[in-house]
């Protein structure tokens, strides 16, 4: 199938593209991006309506799928419908599944509930070490060969140097970065909030920002020691992008990432408007108001190389329970975009086109996957935005299988119109003026 | 007043002087021979209690049978909550049964408003983990008024593991509501972050946090907190915060030492300052139950009247 997707605002850094073009989609591939392009006959028509933007396909590097193990949270059939109506064509899952993702017979089983559920890409990563106990390797280059794109141990950072040095020194090998939770586990302790006046008004045990910038430092340092490259997951205090700074400064093959919460929320949601509202409890957490700034600053001035929502479904149940009983995190996919767009675009902190470079471009570039670019050839993965388009948030009605967001009732300016997996529309957004002719 | 005392945030100067007042009367029934009066007749309150107490319950149910309240206490094993039913179910069913107060102690700060989400029947907060304990800090302020006749401009001292102390929160709250001076005092590894913006001068030298005070409050030490590493002994503790006759001499002289209770003789505090002069450790339990049933009294027996 052919289609012209045409005139629409085209956002594609990757290209230095940004305004009217024609992108004409042949099959799974982008066959030629141009103005007034001349089609042949079979080529559907769509006439991109006014304001509508259409940019490469949105990659989410960070996301918890759950399957196997933990179906009542998440399966990937529900995690990559959310994903679509996010606006991701691809999302990368993490390895504390159960079993852990820790040898190719894993990634097979999820690759295979992924072509199931023929809605986003999907792309496993795998457990750094086996059974993310930090002792052994895991089945590294069977698990790359078997599709894996990357490799952590997240939510259980390597606790030793050794092993870290080891990981990056095999990992680069198979050209596979190594993404960190950047977490001392002795100075977070039994924390469950972030440190400082929040946490002590509240009786909540604090985690200090610099148990995340402590490892990050020495995984900065190893990525030196080894030529390999790390990847900083879900950055929140502002000592580590300084020391992600540090890195890129010396050369060191460092990157990282932000999750939406960590740009927009700080630790005084911890007591308000809900004191102790268990969807505020992530890992790591809410931090202060200079961190927040921080990240904003970093988003601008392009030390921060990715938004990655960290998506982190979990039972209602599980949720319902005393603060320091509850598990960390929140889902992320379906909110991501409009907080980018309300957030970051509207207020001028960055460009439409930075965005596309954090969501999609540089996610692609450290994967080391397809996407990211609409340049002729590549993959027809597309998402369609709707800039303002404005969107509340309900979480019964998240496709996500879990609903621990605290954004419900949250009204944002911007969302997603419509998803094109591979040449396929495989969502519309009814609530995005004219986003049915995307169908 | 609120229809849940979860904190002493949730109170305003107003309403604790009320309840200060409140609780003068109601200590007069305490010293009747007949020490009950019918104002909570009809009335069913809980105490669930999820951690050991003995002081506190006691206290509260106390104060209840004087009001003559149903009371019934509920005593979780700390061990039975990893298996057995969430807090949230236990309130539920709780709640099924139709009381009109819950009195909570729980070992996880925010438990208290868990609860109040769920329930309509009152909440008082009883001790959230590490988060408030607010009748504590309401019976410190009866018994310093009592003493000092004010607590506005008072010099208060509040000494020991201040990071892990709910007591300690409370008071600020309120001591610094009503205007009083207060400074916290504790090694460092035990003040917790930011404590000054609510308030507070904070100090980690005894001799000058003592000097000139109107009211020194100790605090518990844990005795596993050397675990934690955040003091090497009890001795060293004892020698650096611990408090001494010659430290109290420091203070006005007309001091007075209160203590929430359990003490620690010999760790926190000299055995000759807990049973020496200026000690009102034991008034401090004596007034819990007058103050108890005026917030009782307050919560569930007024408000009824008034709509009557």
Known sequence: MKRLLRGGRVVDPANGRDGV??????????AQVGRDLRVDGDTRIVDVPSGLVVCPGLIDMHVHLREPGQEHKETVATGTAAAVAGGFTAVACMPNTSPVIDNAGVVAYVLKKAAEANLARVYPIGAVSRGQRGEQLADIAEMKAAGCVALTD??????????????LEYAGMFDLPVIEHCEE?????????????????????????????????????????TGGAVHVAHMSARQTLDAVRYGKSRGARVTCEVTPHHFVLTDEML??????????????????????????????????DAIATDHAPHHADEKAVEFDRAPFGIVGLETCVPIVFEKLVHPGHITLARAVELLSL??????????GSLAVGAVADVTVLAPEASTTIVASRLMSKSKNTPFGGWTFRGVTAATIVGGRTVFTNPDAPGAAVFA | MKKDLLSIGDLSAEEIYRILDTAEAMREIGQRPIKKVPTLRGKTVVNLFYEPSTRTRTSFEIAEKRLSADTLNIAVASSSVLKGETLADTAMNIEAMAPDVIVLRHASSGAGHLLSRICTSRIINAGDGTHEHPTQALLDAFTIREHKQRIEGLKIVIVGDLLHSRVLRSNVLLLTKLGADVWVCGPSTLIPPGIARLGVRVSTSIDEAVAGADVVMMLRIQQERMQGAFFPSLREYFNTFGMTAERVARAKPDAIIMHPGPMNRGVE????????????ILEQVANGVAVRMAVLYLMAGVEDEAAA
Do not use: C
């Open chain 1, 21 to 30: 073009f024609d992108v004409w989609i042949d099959g799974d591939r982008i």
């Open chain 1, 154 to 167: 997240d939510g259980h950072p390597v606790s030793t140097a050794i092993l870290m040095r080891r990981a």
């Open chain 1, 185 to 225: 586990q002795s100075l977070k302790g039994e924390g469950v909030a972030h440190e400082g006046f929040h946490a002590s008004s509240l009786g909540l045990r604090g985690i200090p920002g610099e148990a995340e910038s402590i490892m990050a430092l020495r995984d900065i340092s190893l990525a030196e020691l």
């Open chain 1, 271 to 304: 007591g308000a408007p809900v004191a102790y509202d268990t969807n505020v409890k992530m890992n790591p957490p809410l931090r202060q108001i200079e961190d927040r700034d921080a990240m904003l600053a970093g988003l601008a001035d392009g030390s921060i």
């Open chain 1, 362 to 371: 540089n996610p692609a570039r450290i994967l080391r996957r397809p996407g």
């Open chain 2, 269 to 280: 505090i000299a055995s000759d300052v807990a049973d020496g002069p200026g000690s009102v």
